[in-house]
């Protein structure tokens, strides 16, 4: 994998881009769009994405503002046009494209972000993509919050849309810790200082309202467009039986779900996470 950092500059916000190119070898057959999670970096997925780039994918990943290495107040990403805009940018971006086939793909916010694509995809707005990839797709913000809270969230983003607040998401809700064999476990590693669990009212409301448009339109994915969902099976943050409601409900014939036992919300990390890869890997390599 070839590392390449760039600063792009999108409806007056200066945004990092991260894009992973396969090795020079390797002849360059799609490119991938990956959605990042609240409060995560580019470089976070650094090693999701290798069993991407070893089969000639170059893979994208745009940090929205408050994000990463993307200026801003952590936790506002800004709002669906700018996202929109980050979208469209890639897209038209000839040195990224290269008019090669694409992927979609994103990790719990990501994930819902992903959806929220294809179905846009599927009514016109953007090119069908070839493959999607759901991981842990965050499908129901509003999921275990109170009504009032979610009227709130309402109420203030139009007032004060930057206006953070936490997510509740801690670091020992996403990956395993790791056996010894001696009975003890391997401490999780230091908070990551791009890592962030902040998530604005502006954001929020639109995370609502993203939730709500694709449970109304999941009919508008394209079915044929061959679709991985993996989940963690004891993931708090995503429930399991959330996702398989959802998978059962999407359109879809070409779609795979595997649900991985023991696993919480990033089932890439830690104990454990071999089996995610190994359905990867599977499924690329079933791509063609």
């Given at each position: 994998?070839?590392?390449?950092?760039?600063?792009?500059?999108?409806?007056?916000?200066?945004?990092?881009?991260?894009?992973?190119?396969?090795?020079?070898?390797?002849?360059?057959?799609?490119?991938?769009?990956?959605?990042?999670?609240?409060?995560?970096?580019?470089?976070?997925?650094?090693?999701?994405?290798?069993?991407?780039?070893?089969?000639?994918?170059?893979?994208?990943?745009?940090?929205?503002?408050?994000?990463?290495?993307?200026?801003?107040?952590?936790?506002?990403?800004?709002?669906?046009?700018?996202?929109?805009?980050?979208?469209?940018?890639?897209?038209?971006?000839?040195?990224?494209?290269?008019?090669?086939?694409?992927?979609?793909?994103?990790?719990?916010?990501?994930?819902?972000?992903?959806?929220?694509?294809?179905?846009?995809?599927?009514?016109?707005?953007?090119?069908?993509?070839?493959?999607?990839?759901?991981?842990?797709?965050?499908?129901?913000?509003?999921?275990?919050?109170?009504?009032?809270?979610?009227?709130?969230?309402?109420?203030?983003?139009?007032?004060?849309?930057?206006?953070?607040?936490?997510?509740?998401?801690?670091?020992?809700?996403?990956?395993?810790?790791?056996?010894?064999g001696s009975g003890e476990t391997e401490k999780l590693p230091p908070k990551h200082k791009l890592w962030h669990n902040r998530v604005s009212m502006g954001w929020g409301a639109a995370l609502l309202d993203?939730?709500?448009?694709?449970?109304?339109?999941?009919?508008?994915i394209p079915v044929d467009v061959p679709l991985l969902y993996t989940q963690g099976a004891d993931d708090p943050i995503c429930l399991a039986e959330l996702?398989?409601?959802?998978?059962?409900?999407?359109?879809?014939?070409?779609?795979?779900?595997?649900?991985?036992?023991?696993?919480?919300?990033?089932?890439?990390?830690?104990?454990?996470?071999?089996?995610?890869?190994?359905?990867?890997?599977?499924?690329?390599?079933?791509?063609?």
């Amino acid at each position: 994998m070839i590392e390449e950092s760039q600063r792009v500059r999108i409806d007056g916000h200066l945004l990092h881009r991260l894009v992973m190119h396969p090795e020079k070898m390797l002849p360059v057959k799609a490119v991938a769009l990956f959605y990042h999670g609240q409060g995560d970096y580019a470089e976070r997925y650094l090693d999701v994405l290798g069993p991407f780039t070893k089969r000639g994918v170059r893979c994208v990943v745009t940090e929205l503002p408050g994000h990463g290495r993307s200026p801003g107040r952590r936790g506002h990403c800004g709002d669906p046009e700018l996202l929109d805009a980050v979208i469209e940018d890639t897209l038209s971006s000839m040195t990224l494209m290269e008019g090669l086939p694409y992927g979609v793909m994103g990790h719990s916010m990501g994930g819902l972000l992903a959806v929220r694509h294809l179905i846009l995809s599927g009514m016109g707005k953007w090119p069908v993509p070839e493959f999607v990839w759901l991981s842990s797709p965050l499908m129901r913000p509003g999921y275990r919050r109170a009504p009032f809270y979610l009227k709130l969230i309402r109420w203030l983003a139009p007032v004060v849309p930057s206006l953070t607040v936490s997510t509740g998401v801690k670091p020992q809700m996403c990956r395993v810790e790791s056996g010894d064999g001696s009975g003890e476990t391997e401490k999780l590693p230091p908070k990551h200082k791009l890592w962030h669990n902040r998530v604005s009212m502006g954001w929020g409301a639109a995370l609502l309202d993203f939730e709500q448009f694709v449970a109304d339109s999941l009919d508008q994915i394209p079915v044929d467009v061959p679709l991985l969902y993996t989940q963690g099976a004891d993931d708090p943050i995503c429930l399991a039986e959330l996702a398989r409601d959802v998978f059962e409900r999407l359109p879809s014939t070409d779609k795979q779900y595997h649900e991985l036992e023991g696993m919480l919300h990033e089932p890439f990390r830690g104990e454990g996470s071999e089996e995610l890869f190994a359905r990867l890997k599977h499924w690329l390599d079933g791509l063609g």
